[in-house]
């Protein structure tokens, strides 16, 4: 039983104000006479007893009081002890920190100067939090503010303010307590002893454990005030436990409440020495907690806790946090028998499950359903170690190399208290995982708290001064730029993600006392590799390559923690994920599978996004320099470029960006951020709305290298060229020049842009023939030059040793002279486009894919007119008798030429029919893709060709480019027939609708449930459009309250193509159907989202939060009016209700004013039959005008797609192709709606005819 001693009273005055049971007044003068009770020690500490509010704890009546069950946030279920003698709410840590880990969101605020105090005056905790909590207790909703306490080993404990403040009584006889709420009379029963122990045995060692041992035979508490507080208790595993019966009593009592760790109140931590006495008081802010004393145990002389080694020992929660057995040590005795440890818990929340291994499978729809059987079976076999509970290494023990004996001990930094919980509740996981144990180390690091995505943190170790002494450890990770290079060709790319990757390295036992850090008053160190030393990551990389070893690594790279496998084919992509994850679990390492992504053609790693063709900055990283405001001082700017060097190389012409910003880093210069600064700043951040796609290298490929030197920098691109002549840039680099080598001659500074090139290229073209394109003609013949400076004789040296030859390019032709360094910075708009020249440079880049062969063969056009045996027998005839075929055919220079009288004036040659098809693709391609006639007028102009339209017309149709992308000229016929179910409950459709403006009760979406027959609408508010709050309001209100579908139909919103919802509504017995892909008009709840709109535009024009109140207005005007569609009011024939008669009782009408009620049966006969008639009326009227197309199966089709623009990327959806395909019918559902497939007969999915048109294929 809990009380409160009022402030600014004396500590004796205020016996007689002690609230709560006689009883507890014997224990309060006892209390307070003790002169070695915490009183009085906090009369010598530092803070004065009159400005502290002291609250007792009575625990001999505590295990008494009744309890009941509340619900917090509908998510956390607590056992809350009802306490009528005590003016505080208490709740323990440890339930705190489970609700901070649910997310439940609760108000926090700081207490001052609040001590606990126990009813035996020897044992004190300061109070430092309180919380605010809401809370259900059957089903009213309450609010009462909490203590935090962080030795109380029950639940919570409510007192008596919560009871007078919402007038709860409690009813001993009834077992319950009783309140009102509104007129109503409600009653809550207590949680029942049977309950409880069910409860205790269930989860033994959790919050609801109590470990002050108390004789419950008699009601009062036994001590041995001469135990010694100094007795060492070592420990071991404990699981099991079970609570002392109220007939056990004495020492087998006591010590089977010892084996459980179990009592009713609060954790009483020793302070009876001095010593302790002033540790234990002494004010750390918010630095460290108190030190915890040795648990005191009644008349048996055994003192519990944790070794050290040292006096003293941290409380039992820590004990069983530890997951370890207790030996005990009597005053004076050896160490005794370890208590038997049982068998762990048989599963663990954090490893993957079956269904979670199918989900991660689905979300590759890339894969065809036997290449994902394939992933699925591969995944399945490595399921146990897919968890997020870190493994361990058994390939190595890492040691780190200190050299230094001497203490070191590093600030500490306080822990924000909204943050303590969830370190504690990660200390607490890690000692259970075996990655801390508590420790005894001399040296102190400071914790630190890193925040990651999603909201997490982790516990880092600022372990700079340890740094200091330890030796490095030169093992590194490969170069970043030469692992991204090593995907030419890779169609399937797999990311795999390990488990907190370095606390899977074990730790050598001589190392681990340099991890040590302290946390709540105690001391703990790693027994893995932790973040944050020096050393760490080459003990990662040393662990993972005796994992891997070196025969997988030909197709996986890895850098840091980073994992990725690469392959050209499935079947390769399968072996070799199977090899990696089979030399992973071996080697003892577990995966993070959340983190992971299987056989996907594009990846994210390390910055960047890599597929088979190339490698690009990452959109995400660009977006953020893109949205970097402009730095203030030096460290704000260095900060940016370091950002931007990190991907300089997709920027062309870098570091002739980054010259103007870079003297404001030197050392003494004055900040000053001026406007030209400021454009400079601007015209850096937005040239990585340009950044450049790189591609991945081709051994078979000739290398080239264009470079350019300015006053202000050197450039340099690398490049290949494909067979198709198209350019392709490998990469590039760049560097601002300094202030001597900007006083190098033009042609020092063209050759250092050379060399400074080669260096950086290295990896790619040496051993390659490349050429160098340079605009400055004395490079062409510095290998002849013998009159030369030693620096440029340096630099020609090491020339030598490439396969190199030296091109001058005139500075019109040089296109990446103009983008490398002649970039515009600080020049007038004049200026800048002059040096720009558009025109010279950029257009003549652009590939039109034309037949480049075509042009020699036009050539030798007399020897294919020889090869053609139409045009040879014409040139046999013209020789035989050349007057008979005079004026109609003439051979000159060995050409056939033709002329028609009548249609033409002119000689034309006569096309060879080898060359027909080729000479049509060039010029439609030339003229830039244009129609049948412009085509014909170019071809004829020229050329003699027999039924010319025709094969024109045959070409441009079944050109992939143009079908892609050019829209049809005519519309195609789509029979839309509309589903049209016999009676209600044969289809319900849904959608959501939102999000809204946030109204009360947090709610802004709507779920919008239509009945498809009856056109019965439902709607309901939600918090958020997520599958479990759909699944909730249709299983515990729709199916319940209005019917129970066969079929559910929706879009394929995320909500609704969850395997959750799937499988819940096949459970219930429901057949789970979709509406075409962007076909909203297919789904008929969508056009409750049209009246949705007109309602809320008319009521909620002003008051736009108001709309949920607007909800069931528009249910009954929606429900209650006559459907165009069946010709009766939805609740007519959903319910069998009479038509709502607005006019009934205004008019008093008597019954012959009204029209009969007709049976339910004859009015849905009736609506299906108009509901049929309206369809076919529809139908009719959209095939006017319309051309008809029925595809078939297997037949060729393109897909109308929604192309995006992306600023970051430079991209706008007016210049992507509006079809993408082609794809064959797989199925067809019904004649408007097909089912597409790739290929290898991957689904792309379910399309409306309106989305589609036929694809012709080339010829040859």
Request: aromatic letters at 8%; glycine letters at 6%.
């Amino acid at each position: 039983m809990t009380g409160v001693i009022t402030d600014r009273m004396s500590p004796i005055s205020r016996t007689n104000d002690f609230l709560g049971p006689p009883g507890v007044a014997e224990l309060t003068n006892e209390l307070i006479s003790d002169r070695d009770s915490e009183i009085e020690i906090k009369k010598s500490s530092s803070h004065d007893a009159a400005d502290c509010i002291v609250l007792f704890i009575n625990e001999t009546t505590l295990g008494q009081s009744p309890q009941v069950e509340i619900m917090v946030s509908n998510k956390i279920l607590i056992n809350v002890i009802l306490d009528s003698g005590s003016e505080v709410n208490l709740i323990s840590e440890e339930i705190y920190g489970k609700l901070i880990k649910a997310g439940v969101q609760v108000p926090v605020l700081p207490v001052e100067n609040v001590v606990l105090v126990t009813a035996f005056g020897r044992r004190s905790k300061r109070i430092r939090q309180q919380v605010l909590i809401e809370f259900t207790m059957g089903n009213d909703l309450f609010e009462c503010i909490f203590l935090i306490s962080s030795q109380l080993r029950n639940e919570a404990i409510i007192g008596c303010q919560f009871l007078k403040e919402y007038g709860i009584c409690m009813n001993f006889s009834k077992g319950s307590i009783s309140y009102v709420r509104g007129d109503v009379m409600k009653e809550h029963a207590f949680v029942t002893k049977a309950r409880l122990q069910s409860d205790e045995s269930d989860d033994c060692g959790q919050a609801r454990e109590v470990i002050l041992h108390n004789n419950r035979s008699t009601g009062q508490q036994t001590r041995n005030p001469s135990a010694d507080c100094e007795d060492q208790v070592l420990t071991r595993a404990a699981h099991s436990c079970s609570n002392p019966t109220p007939h056990q009593t004495g020492a087998a009592s006591r010590e089977k409440c010892l084996k459980s760790g179990r009592s009713n109140g609060i954790v009483s931590p020793c302070g009876t020495t001095e010593e302790s006495k002033g540790r234990e008081n002494l004010d750390h802010g918010a630095e460290c907690d108190h030190l915890s004393g040795v648990n005191k145990l009644p008349d048996t002389g055994v003192s519990e806790g944790l070794n050290i080694q040292s006096k003293g020992s941290v409380d039992k929660k820590a004990a069983r946090d530890l997951n370890v057995d207790v030996m005990y040590v009597k005053r004076g005795l050896q160490v005794g028998e370890p208590i038997p440890r049982p068998k762990p818990h048989p599963s663990d929340s954090r490893s993957l499950q079956k269904s979670d291994v199918s989900a991660l499978v689905e979300q590759v729809s890339s894969l065809s359903e036997p290449q994902q059987k394939g992933l699925y079976d591969t995944l399945i076999k490595y399921m146990d170690h897919m968890t997020t509970k870190p493994g361990r290494c058994n390939l190595l023990e890492y040691k780190f190399q200190v050299i230094t004996d001497q203490p070191i001990v590093g600030y500490s930094r306080p822990i924000p208290f909204t943050l303590r919980p969830t370190v504690r509740g990660q200390i607490n996981q890690m000692l259970k995982d075996d990655i801390l144990e508590i420790s005894a180390s001399p040296i102190l690091n400071p914790l630190t708290v890193v925040n990651k995505e999603g909201g997490k943190i982790r516990i880092c170790i600022d372990a700079r001064k340890v740094n200091q002494f330890t030796i490095p450890d030169r093992e590194r990770a490969p170069p970043l730029q030469e692992l991204l290079q090593k995907f030419n060709g890779a169609r399937y790319l797999t990311s795999l993600d390990l488990s907190s990757a370095f606390l899977q390295v074990p730790l050598h036992e001589e190392s681990r006392k340099y991890t040590a850090f302290l946390f709540d008053s105690t001391v703990y160190q790693f027994k893995r590799v932790p973040y944050g030393f020096k050393n760490s990551l080459p003990a990662f990389i040393r662990a993972i390559k005796l994992a891997l070893g070196g025969s997988s690594l030909e197709n996986v790279v890895f850098y840091i923690d980073d994992i990725l496998v690469y392959s050209t084919t499935f079947d390769e992509h399968m072996k070799h994920i199977d090899a990696v994850l089979s030399k992973l679990t071996k080697a003892g390492f577990t995966i993070n599978a959340a983190k992971c992504r299987f056989c996907r053609d594009e990846v994210k790693f390390l910055g960047h996004r890599i597929n088979r063709t190339g490698v690009s900055a990452d959109p995400d990283r660009v977006a953020a320099i893109l949205n970097y405001p402009a730095p203030r001082n030096s460290k704000q700017l260095r900060q940016f470029l370091g950002t931007c060097n990190f991907h300089s190389r997709f920027i062309i012409g870098y570091a002739n960006y980054v010259a103007p910003l870079t003297p404001l880093l030197k050392q003494g210069v004055k900040w000053v951020w001026t406007e030209e600064t400021q454009d400079a700043f601007l015209r850096l951040r937005e040239s990585f709305a340009r950044s450049i796609h790189l591609v991945h290298p081709s051994e078979k490929l000739p290398y080239a290298i264009y470079t350019d030197a300015s006053k202000l920098g050197i450039s340099s691109i690398l490049t290949q060229e494909s067979d198709s002549g198209e350019t392709l840039i490998v990469s590039t680099v760049s560097r601002v020049l300094s202030p001597v080598e900007r006083r190098y001659s033009t042609c020092e500074q063209e050759l250092l842009a050379v060399v400074y090139a080669l260096q950086k290229f290295r990896i790619y073209v040496i051993g390659h023939a490349v050429t160098v394109y340079s605009d400055n003609k004395a490079l062409s013949f510095l290998k002849r030059c013998n009159l030369t400076s030693s620096r440029v004789t340096r630099w020609v040296m090491q020339l030598q040793e490439y396969d190199l030859k030296i091109v001058h390019i005139s500075g019109v032709n040089n296109f990446f002279a103009d983008t490398l360094s002649r970039n515009p910075i600080g020049l007038s708009q004049e200026s800048r486009d002059q040096v720009m020249k558009p025109n010279e440079v950029f257009v003549r880049k652009v590939n039109l894919g034309t037949d480049r062969a075509l042009i020699k063969e036009l050539g030798n056009l007399s020897e294919h007119q020889l090869g053609d045996p139409v045009l040879k027998r014409i040139r046999e005839e013209l020789e035989r008798d050349p007057i008979k075929l005079q004026g109609k055919y003439m051979i000159r220079d060995n050409i056939l030429y033709c002329k028609n009288d009548r249609t033409q004036a002119y000689w034309k040659a006569m096309l060879p029919s080898q060359l027909e098809h080729r000479v049509i693709r060039y010029v439609h391609t030339l003229l830039g893709h244009q129609g049948t006639d412009k085509c014909m007028l170019q071809i004829e102009q020229s050329f003699h060709l027999k039924s010319l339209g025709r094969k024109v017309r045959k070409y441009v149709a079944h050109c992939d480019i143009c079908q892609r992308a050019k829209h049809p000229n005519r519309a195609y016929e789509i029979e839309k027939l509309s589903h049209l179910p016999k009676k209600p409950g044969e289809l319900l459709s849904v959608d959501l609708y939102g999000p809204l403006p946030t109204a009360r009760g947090s709610v802004k979406y709507l779920f919008v449930c239509l009945e498809f027959f009856s056109k019965h609408v439902k709607l309901y508010p939600l918090k958020a459009a997520t599958t479990r709050s759909c699944l909730k309001k249709l299983k515990d209100h729709y199916f319940l309250k209005v019917i129970k579908p066969k079929v559910v139909l929706s879009d394929h919103g995320s909500q609704f193509a969850s395997p959750t919802w799937q499988k819940a509504l096949a459970d219930l017995g429901i057949q789970c159907r979709y509406s075409p892909i962007r076909h909203p008009e297919s789904n008929p709840a969508e056009r409750i989202m049209r009246e949705l709109g007109k309602y809320f535009k008319i009521y909620c024009n002003e008051t736009h939060k108001k709309w949920p109140e607007l909800v069931p207005y528009i249910e009954n005007w929606l429900n209650s009016s006559v459907s165009q569609s069946t010709g009766y009011a939805p609740i007519e024939l959903l319910n069998g209700q009479a038509r709502p008669d607005i006019f009934l009782k205004i008019l008093k009408k008597q019954p012959d004013q009204s029209p009969s009620e007709e049976p339910l049966a004859d009015k849905l006969i009736k609506a299906y039959a108009r509901m049929k008639l309206k369809a076919e009326r529809r139908n009719k009227k959209r095939r006017t005008g319309r051309t008809q197309w029925n595809p078939n199966l297997n037949d060729q089709v393109l897909v109308k797609c929604q192309p995006a623009s992306d600023a970051v990327q430079g991209i706008t959806s007016k210049f992507q192709r509006p079809y993408e395909g082609p794809y064959l019918i797989q199925r067809k559902i019904n004649p408007a709606i097909f089912e597409l497939a790739d290929e290898e007969g991957r689904i792309r999915g379910i399309f409306n005819l309106k989305h589609l048109k036929p694809y012709l294929s080339e010829e040859n």
